[in-house]
């Protein structure tokens, strides 16, 4: 199970883009998808908690204001890049 850390709302299923076994990175974003806690290395199992159940980290990505981003933002972010 992967999903990109970014886009990914907590509790949704993962965007069918990432569940292509050969996807490394959000179509959306560019951003590297993830299968493990970025903190502590567990397998992700489940996409309906926004936590880790081994370590607490949270599977969602920071921007650097500290606040995560949501799919509009990336969007967003795709979208000028698209623009540039």
Avoid: V
């Amino acid at each position: 199970m992967k999903f990109c850390p970014l886009c990914w709302t907590p509790g949704t299923t993962p965007d069918p883009m990432w569940t292509n076994p050969r996807a490394q990175f959000c179509c959306l974003c560019g951003t590297q998808l993830i299968s493990r806690c970025p903190n502590c290395s567990e397998p992700i199992s489940s996409m309906k908690f926004r936590f880790c159940p081994f370590c607490g980290w949270s599977y969602k990505a920071k921007n650097k204001a500290g606040q995560g981003f949501d799919w509009l933002s990336c969007t967003f972010l795709h979208l000028s890049r698209l623009n540039a």
